[in-house]
């Protein structure tokens, strides 16, 4: 019995409405995408759902008292929670550069978290 | 700055960075240019003549004469005031945005449970936020039936943390003496009006609001610029140049964009022109024809655009839906009697920008009209 789940695609800003066909836990078929990306989109929101995922660190001496990070690859939806808790521990000392590895391979999960932007010193 | 969030970028550059990388790469290129730049400097005035009054603590008061000028001060959000919610005036309510700088620039955290109001992208990104930084999201509130934001920020910053958006609904009060301590939510008819018997008090500490964006134009209307009471930003041509010769105006500042990587296309268009401008390159015989909102279009943008100019290059159109179509449906460019150029989309939401190319191939047709309408019809 083959099973039909409604997506909406976040590859893009477009949000195409996507239907995935499933049979015995396998997705065989995405329908209704726009481009390669939706048909990728298809396949691993129902097998492993990944984000990405953008937050902020403490940073001392710094021009602001936050700098943002970013990861540099989506993760595993569900470790989502646990990534911003390895996240909240991190803390830097400014001056700081944009893509500075902050937390590398968080998780086991092959993915680094990475400075948005550059954190002077205060003036 | 301050939005954080990724999705920037991958239109333009093909990457997925947040704003603040995105931001980064234009910053190094344009240092890189050596163009310079007056920080921390505001613009008090702008005449029609393109004289520039500005004042800064670094460089005191300066005057400057333009050949030609850019307006690219954005938009601005909507605020309690501009959607008069009744009830009690606590602490605790505030924009989407102003709480987003707080979070993300200047680390305070605004609050513990909170309601927003509106569905637009920056209240959503913002729930999904708040959450992370250990907040509850009680509820998103939108008074219309569709969503105003985008739909993958419904998936990525709503559903992802269960967090129920409620469309057809509003703040009907709001309630807390001191700090906010409730609202009073409500459903509401096709025209708005409050169904008695729906309402619902829901316990929060903060009411964040995300209802909506105003272009910022009260430096152009200094200058002299026409404004469009339905965009809220000037009328502009194919060149984004206003009704001012040589004062041109691009991105949030002309009508508001969904999509940052539009935003700086459109900079990139603007920025060339006045260029021109300003070495005398523009053709001064310029052959307009109006560009108007038809069936199921709210506006369009340009408003007007020059026959010559079609004749050399294509000319990209922007519009916003008034209903949303969940089924296929043509864009269609039309004189009033013959069909120009259509385009199919899979469907239409007010959320999300509309685009359709006029292809300097259309110039034979587009020469023997006297102006162009844009109609939206199902397929």
């Known amino acids: ?123 | 700055m301050q939005c954080i969030h990724n999705g920037f970028g991958l239109e333009l550059l093909k990457e997925d960075l947040p704003g603040p990388a995105y931001a980064q790469r234009f910053i190094e290129e344009m240092l890189s240019l050596g163009v310079e730049a007056l920080l921390n400097t505001m613009v008090m005035d702008i005449t029609p003549n393109r004289h520039l009054f500005v004042s800064s603590k670094a460089h005191g008061y300066v005057e400057i004469e333009a050949r030609a000028i850019v307006l690219a001060m954005g938009c601005r959000e909507r605020t309690r005031s501009q959607i008069r919610i009744p009830g009690m005036r606590p602490n605790g309510v505030y924009t989407a945005g102003t709480a987003q700088r707080w979070v993300n620039v200047e680390g305070y955290m605004p609050s513990k449970n909170v309601v927003i109001l509106g569905s637009g992208d920056i209240g959503m990104i913002m729930a999904r936020r708040l959450t992370f930084e250990g907040a509850k999201v009680e509820r998103v509130l939108e008074i219309q039936s569709y969503l105003s934001g985008l739909s993958r920020n419904l998936v990525q910053c709503l559903q992802d943390y269960n967090i129920p958006l409620q469309l057809n609904h509003t703040v009907k009060r709001i309630m807390g003496k001191n700090r906010v301590e409730a609202v009073e939510a409500v459903q509401v008819d096709e025209k708005w009006n409050f169904i008695p018997g729906t309402e619902e008090i829901i316990p929060c500490d903060t009411l964040l609001l995300s209802v909506g964006l105003i272009p910022e134009n009260e430096l152009s209307r200094k200058a002299g610029v026409k404004l469009d009471p339905i965009t809220g930003g000037p009328y502009v041509d194919e060149t984004f140049q206003t009704n001012v010769p040589g004062i041109f105006a691009a991105g949030n500042v002309v009508h508001v964009y969904d999509l940052v990587d539009w935003v700086s296309e459109a900079g990139f268009e603007a920025g060339k022109r006045a260029a021109q401008y300003a070495i005398s390159l523009r053709n001064a015989e310029a052959r307009y024809i109006p560009l108007k909102a038809g069936k199921n279009v709210r506006y369009v943008v340009p408003h007007k655009l020059d026959k010559s100019t079609l004749a050399q290059e294509d000319i990209r159109l922007q519009m916003r839906v008034t209903q949303p179509i969940e089924q296929p449906v043509w864009v269609e460019v039309h004189d009033g009697e013959n069909l120009v150029t259509r385009k199919p989309e899979k469907y239409v939401r007010p959320g999300e920008m509309v685009t359709v190319k006029l292809r300097a191939k259309n110039y034979a047709d587009v020469s023997k009209a006297n102006g162009l309408t844009i109609d939206i019809n199902p397929r």
């Open chain 1, 1 to 123: 019995m083959a099973e039909e789940v409604n997506l909406i695609c976040t590859a893009c800003p477009q949000g195409c409405t996507l239907t995935a066909v499933i049979e015995n836990g396998e997705v065989i078929e995405v329908l209704g995408y726009n481009c390669k990306k939706g048909i990728a989109y298809g396949i691993e929101e129902i097998k492993d759902p990944r984000r990405m995922v953008a937050t902020t660190v403490k940073v001392k001496n710094g021009f602001h008292p936050l700098v943002p990070v970013y990861t540099d690859k989506p993760v595993p939806k569900p470790l989502i929670p646990k990534v911003l808790e390895e996240v909240r521990k991190v803390e830097l000392t400014a001056p700081v550069k944009v893509n500075t590895v902050v937390l590398e391979n968080v998780l086991d999960t092959g993915v680094n978290v990475i400075t948005s932007r550059d954190m002077p010193t205060k003036a």
